[in-house]
């Protein structure tokens, strides 16, 4: 049962602007209620000290939690609104829409909601995700029956032990438990780490190390076409970019790579369903090492790409390799759960997020609700998602005459007649058309490499329907 905060700013009789909000839940009329201004000069302390991160034994992430949870609890709907999530619902989930302008609520930790029964997301384990509204239709993810669901793993965080990350990896990979075709690529700045990978030589995952250049990366990104992206690097102070090692010192060719928005962008939209932000701090708490990048999230998602997990502030390695491990495992174990039947399904990612996210603290001493009210870490990763996201479609099989006549003009030395093919597939076809020509309308000049395929599948399509050949002489935009 999805609950959604809305901020939204309001202007007061004193001219002063203020962030209000409201709530709505799924499938309930609640009551027309007046919007509730969030406090925030009752929050700036606990906020700070949240954010100073430098205090081992206080309660700074219960405090914190407290006081946000104190000024949503404010609102005339709130207990029937969160009954089901304080009640630990396993459908219930937390969304939090902000609007263009309402920063100052944005930047706010609402990940540590802390009501009377606990922590929302640690204890109960909700998720609490931000979402960005869609103005366009929101056509499902589609993956052809048969084909390879394809993770890439960039691992390049300078200073870092790539090799501890790749573990965490191959270890969700192994979780996973192997329910769907996956093929890894993995690009590392460690001749370690491509080496052992080359070495095991395990059928569906390969390794090359970094490439040379910034043009080149964005370019072997975007050749793969990944439906799942994890990068483990630094990210900048400002959230604008990923810093990537190249090659490394033991390749002779140390220096770093910077990718910003449009580089992502670029490499990643029309193809990329999960983009995971898995930037490290490597020396002390890394504040001058490594910067957040939860910002950089809400503009890719805001681009089109549907889901992107990136961190609040900077975040120690182990705990890098930790989330990295928890979350890839249990989402391929949800992503393959999904894609079992055919047709349009749900995926929900969200469990997978705060389960992860309690990772963090499994190696800690204290029992897990005592160590979240005093550890942020666990609190630092921030889920960003489109609004609409989680349809997998996944096209049926071919009926068995279909499957049958195939294979009989295979069998013959011929290509698959492309009027059987339309005819058996005509739906699937013009639903997958009705797809990409949304998507395309909404491409500008970015992503070449992108339009240019997507056109080319858009040709075939129509080809295949009308059995004309299709010239296409440009692009909306």
């Given at each position: 049962?999805?609950?959604?905060?809305?901020?939204?700013?309001?202007?007061?009789?004193?001219?002063?602007?203020?962030?209000?909000?409201?709530?709505?839940?799924?499938?309930?009329?609640?009551?027309?209620?007046?919007?509730?201004?969030?406090?925030?000069?009752?929050?700036?302390?606990?906020?700070?000290?949240?954010?100073?991160?430098?205090?081992?034994?206080?309660?700074?992430?219960?405090?914190?939690?407290?006081?946000?949870?104190?000024?949503?609890?404010?609102?005339?709907?709130?207990?029937?609104?969160?009954?089901?999530?304080?009640?630990?619902?396993?459908?219930a989930v937390v969304r939090l829409t902000f609007t263009a302008l309402g920063d100052e609520a944005r930047a706010l930790p609402w990940e540590t909601m802390y009501s009377p029964h606990g922590f929302l997301a640690f204890g109960s384990q909700v998720p609490i995700i931000r979402e960005i509204p869609d103005t366009g239709r929101t056509a499902p993810l589609a993956i052809e029956a048969g084909m390879p669901f394809k993770l890439l793993a960039v691992i390049a965080a300078q200073?870092?032990?790539?090799?501890?990350?790749?573990?965490?990896?191959?270890?969700?990979?192994?979780?996973?438990?192997?329910?769907?075709?996956?093929?890894?690529?993995?690009?590392?700045?460690?001749?370690?780490?491509?080496?052992?990978?080359?070495?095991?030589?395990?059928?569906?995952?390969?390794?090359?190390?970094?490439?040379?250049?910034?043009?080149?990366?964005?370019?072997?990104?975007?050749?793969?076409?990944?439906?799942?992206?994890?990068?483990?690097?630094?990210?900048?102070?400002?959230?604008?970019?990923?810093?990537?090692?190249?090659?490394?010192?033991?390749?002779?060719?140390?220096?770093?790579?910077?990718?910003?928005?449009?580089?992502?962008?670029?490499?990643?939209?029309?193809?990329?369903?999960?983009?995971?932000?898995?930037?490290?701090?490597?020396?002390?708490?890394?504040?001058?090492?490594?910067?957040?990048?939860?910002?950089?999230?809400?503009?890719?998602?805001?681009?089109?790409?549907?889901?992107?997990?990136?961190?609040?502030?900077?975040?120690?390695?182990?705990?890098?390799?930790?989330?990295?491990?928890?979350?890839?495992?249990?989402?391929?174990?949800?992503?393959?759960?999904?894609?079992?039947?055919?047709?349009?399904?749900?995926?929900?990612?969200?469990?997978?997020?705060?389960?992860a996210c309690r990772d963090i603290l499994a190696d800690n001493p204290q029992p897990p609700n005592a160590a979240a009210e005093v550890f942020r870490e666990w609190s630092l990763p921030v889920y960003t998602t489109r609004e609409g996201f989680g349809l997998i479609e996944r096209p049926p099989p071919l009926p068995p005459e279909a499957a049958e006549m195939i294979a009989e003009d295979v069998l013959d030395g011929d290509t698959p007649r492309l009027d059987t093919l339309a005819?058996?597939?005509?739906?699937?076809?013009?639903?997958?058309?009705?797809?990409?020509?949304?998507?395309?309308?909404?491409?500008?000049?970015?992503?070449?490499?992108?339009?240019?395929?997507?056109?080319?599948?858009?040709?075939?399509?129509?080809?295949?329907?009308?059995?004309?050949?299709?010239?296409?002489?440009?692009?909306?935009?």
């Amino acid at each position: 049962m999805t609950v959604r905060i809305l901020f939204e700013p309001a202007q007061e009789l004193s001219g002063e602007i203020v962030t209000q909000f409201h709530l709505e839940k799924e499938t309930v009329n609640l009551p027309v209620a007046a919007r509730v201004p969030v406090n925030m000069g009752a929050l700036s302390s606990v906020i700070q000290q949240y954010e100073s991160g430098t205090n081992p034994t206080a309660t700074v992430v219960k405090d914190v939690g407290s006081a946000l949870w104190s000024n949503i609890a404010r609102h005339q709907n709130a207990t029937e609104a969160f009954r089901d999530a304080l009640n630990g619902a396993d459908s219930a989930v937390v969304r939090l829409t902000f609007t263009a302008l309402g920063d100052e609520a944005r930047a706010l930790p609402w990940e540590t909601m802390y009501s009377p029964h606990g922590f929302l997301a640690f204890g109960s384990q909700v998720p609490i995700i931000r979402e960005i509204p869609d103005t366009g239709r929101t056509a499902p993810l589609a993956i052809e029956a048969g084909m390879p669901f394809k993770l890439l793993a960039v691992i390049a965080a300078q200073g870092g032990d790539a090799n501890s990350e790749w573990r965490a990896l191959r270890r969700a990979l192994q979780a996973a438990g192997g329910g769907m075709p996956t093929e890894v690529l993995v690009l590392s700045s460690s001749k370690a780490v491509v080496d052992d990978i080359k070495s095991a030589g395990t059928d569906g995952i390969a390794a090359r190390k970094m490439p040379g250049s910034k043009q080149d990366l964005v370019h072997a990104i975007a050749e793969f076409a990944p439906h799942y992206a994890h990068f483990f690097c630094h990210g900048e102070p400002t959230g604008g970019n990923l810093v990537l090692e190249n090659g490394g010192a033991e390749y002779g060719e140390e220096r770093s790579l910077f990718l910003d928005l449009v580089d992502l962008k670029q490499s990643l939209l029309g193809t990329t369903w999960i983009v995971v932000l898995n930037a490290c701090s490597l020396a002390g708490d890394g504040a001058d090492q490594s910067g957040e990048t939860a910002s950089l999230c809400e503009k890719l998602v805001q681009q089109g790409l549907p889901l992107v997990i990136g961190m609040r502030a900077p975040v120690s390695e182990s705990n890098a390799n930790r989330f990295a491990e928890g979350f890839t495992g249990r989402a391929l174990a949800a992503i393959a759960r999904t894609l079992e039947k055919p047709g349009t399904t749900d995926l929900n990612l969200g469990r997978c997020f705060a389960a992860a996210c309690r990772d963090i603290l499994a190696d800690n001493p204290q029992p897990p609700n005592a160590a979240a009210e005093v550890f942020r870490e666990w609190s630092l990763p921030v889920y960003t998602t489109r609004e609409g996201f989680g349809l997998i479609e996944r096209p049926p099989p071919l009926p068995p005459e279909a499957a049958e006549m195939i294979a009989e003009d295979v069998l013959d030395g011929d290509t698959p007649r492309l009027d059987t093919l339309a005819t058996l597939k005509r739906e699937e076809l013009a639903g997958e058309l009705d797809m990409l020509s949304d998507l395309i309308a909404k491409l500008d000049s970015y992503a070449p490499h992108v339009i240019d395929g997507i056109e080319a599948r858009i040709r075939e399509i129509k080809t295949a329907l009308t059995g004309v050949p299709v010239q296409m002489t440009g692009h909306p935009g």
